[in-house]
């Protein structure tokens, strides 16, 4: 049951009976919203109707408003539509709607709020995609987090979901991790390498890659032809990197569907040549690539720039600041020419909507992937990128920049064995992903309220736990959730439980809007001030015995106010579902 829907369809049907010949386009009645006013002292629901239609129906908003408002004021659910400023309807509801939403959510379960919004869509999410060259840092954590999430909120709107992690398995940095993981393999065999030599990885992470090497193939490396050797060393690590990326993620509760090797978009196809050659074809079918120069980036000069012909991208005819070189002048191609064919591959494969959960300092591929996307699928997929913010990590105020066991980096292992995974979900999800972002070990792991995470989910126990005293008091029975939707809900008339009923009324508008604006932070959000209601409404019971949720002398609005727990833990299990974040039985 989503009420705003629900209103949105009664407006824009009293527009049709008031206006029956009158050309409307349907897409113009979408524009016709309803949402929460600003102010809840002026209602419960607000319509712009008017301030839509007035002009193309050639009528004055206000006149428009009070039309319309004295049709909807017909409605036996709607107590009273007032215009209000240039033309906005304000609606009040009878106090049978919020019963009615209780009662719907205990019958949806954890499904209430679920949407068909997205129809089905083939979305693409891909997020981490790190260089398998170590174990996840810090750095990767936020990313790894909003788009897992994003992905799950996706799915829940209806959306048809695929979790991608593109391997950078191409290229020099694996050339040179094959030559960090072959000198830990000698040290294996009882070399005295020395210190690891400058531009090579010297993490202690290649030291077990090393050993697994030298007991696969003992000594049998160091006479092979280097071409060959360096092929087995490059796979094994390669394997072995990934295998622990991984379990690092695996720790952080985030997964991936499909993992894209990219030296499958190299790797030749006989005479049909790679991917990267197919897609190039494609371009210069539809002359998208010319030969010629590029005028030099301002700044310091990247390694890949040339001052000589190349096969150039025309990026800037889709929206970029320059054309792009796909193809060198020595024949070879460049990092973007396999950016480009993995984009193609994505869109082959039916996605319409792509969106790339970036680190802050790749702002400057924003508007390249923008232009790719447009080029590729001629406008028919949407690009959709997301940059995360930096997280700083606090330890009694002091910012930590060195890991004990790593003594280079803050691993995410390192993060999430110390707090736990549920903390550092909820606060990678606590601050919009391009805000910065401060991550305090000591406070998100005290028990407070000013712990968001552990607000809510105490939120949750704290429902479980009013269900199991009333399962005690009056019988597992009476109380089970098939039971509290037959209750009276009309029995909770307390101004709290009122404010409490048209929360959870909010939650498939969240719901939608959050996937929408692809934002899964606004859950986390809604979560805290749900939570935050219904620890209110707890302290006021103390206070006043006649709120408590459970009055043994007075059975009915006690099954009313246990059905609006009930309803409550349903919908925070649900949010804390779509976080990735556990909604605990219990808290100790």
């Not at 990092?335 to 993995?342: E, I, P």
């Not at 009333?470 to 098939?482: I, R």
């Not at 002398?553 to 925070?572: F, K, N, P, W």
């Amino acid at each position: 049951m989503n009420i705003f829907s629900h209103y949105a369809d009664l407006v824009r049907a009293a527009i049709r009976e008031l206006h029956p010949g009158d050309d409307v386009s349907a897409e113009l009645l979408q524009r016709c919203v309803v949402e929460p006013p600003r102010d809840s002292a002026h209602g419960d629901l607000a319509t712009n109707a008017a301030m839509v239609l007035a002009k193309p129906l050639k009528t004055n908003p206000r006149a428009l408003a009070e039309q319309l408002a004295a049709r909807l004021a017909e409605n036996d659910d709607i107590v009273s539509a007032e215009v209000a400023g240039p033309g906005f309807i304000n609606l009040r509801l009878t106090e049978g709607v919020w019963a009615k939403v209780v009662a719907a959510i205990l019958a949806a379960g954890t499904d209430y709020g679920r949407s068909t919004m997205g129809g089905g869509l083939k979305v693409n999410v891909e997020y981490v995609s790190a260089n398998p060259t170590g174990p996840m840092h810090v750095g990767h954590c936020r990313g790894a987090v909003v788009g897992d999430a994003l992905a799950s909120l996706l799915d829940f709107a209806g959306y048809d979901v695929t979790r991608e992690y593109y391997i950078n398995d191409a290229g020099s940095q694996v050339d040179t991790l094959a030559s960090s993981a072959f000198l830990r393999y000698r040290e294996a065999l009882g070399e005295d390498i020395g210190a690891i030599p400058e531009g090579l990885y010297p993490g202690d992470y290649l030291v077990p890659v090393g050993q697994m090497l030298a007991e696969k193939y003992a000594d049998r490396l160091l006479a092979m032809d280097e071409r060959e050797r360096m092929v087995l060393v490059k796979d094994a690590t390669i394997d072995a990197m990934m295998d622990l990326i991984r379990a690092d993620l695996a720790l952080l509760n985030v997964r991936h569907e499909v993992f894209f090797s990219e030296r499958t978009l190299h790797a030749r196809d006989g005479a049909n040549g790679s991917q990267i050659d197919r897609m190039l074809d494609e371009l210069r079918s539809r002359d998208l690539v010319y030969e010629g120069t590029l005028p030099p980036p301002k700044g310091q000069l990247p390694d890949d720039w040339e001052d000589r012909e190349q096969t150039l991208f025309r990026a800037t005819d889709f929206g970029d600041d320059i054309d792009r070189a796909l193809k060198k002048s020595d024949g070879s191609y460049t990092y973007f020419a396999a950016d480009v064919a993995y984009f193609l591959s994505k869109y082959e494969r039916g996605f319409k909507e792509m969106i790339f959960i970036l680190g802050a300092d790749h702002g400057g591929y924003v508007k390249r992937l923008e232009a790719v996307g447009r080029a590729i699928s001629r406008g028919e997929a949407k690009v959709i990128v997301r940059l995360c913010q930096l997280v700083k990590l606090f330890r009694a105020g002091e910012q930590v920049t060195m890991s004990k066991r790593s003594g280079e980096f803050v691993t995410l292992r390192d993060v999430v064995e110390e707090v736990g995974r549920d903390p550092v979900r909820f606060m990678m999800l606590y601050r919009k992903n391009d805000a910065p972002l401060d991550f305090d070990f000591q406070k998100v792991t005290e028990q407070s309220k000013d712990n968001p995470v552990f607000y809510v989910q105490y939120g949750h126990a704290r429902c479980r736990s009013v269900l199991r005293q009333a399962g005690e008091e009056f019988g597992a029975e009476a109380v089970s959730p098939q039971a509290l939707e037959g209750a009276d809900f009309s029995l909770l008339t307390d101004s709290g439980e009122r404010d409490i009923a048209a929360k959870l009324a909010a939650w498939p508008r969240l719901v939608e809007s959050a996937a929408e604006a692809h934002e899964p932070h606004r859950v986390s959000f809604y979560l805290h001030e749900l939570a935050s209601a219904l620890h209110s409404q707890w302290n006021k019971g103390k206070d006043s015995p006649q709120l408590r949720f459970i009055n043994a002398e007075d059975r009915q609005t006690t099954l009313a106010r246990l059905g609006l727990v009930h309803a409550i833990s349903l919908v925070l299990a649900s949010g804390l579902g779509i976080l990735g974040v556990e909604a605990p039985e219990e808290m100790r």
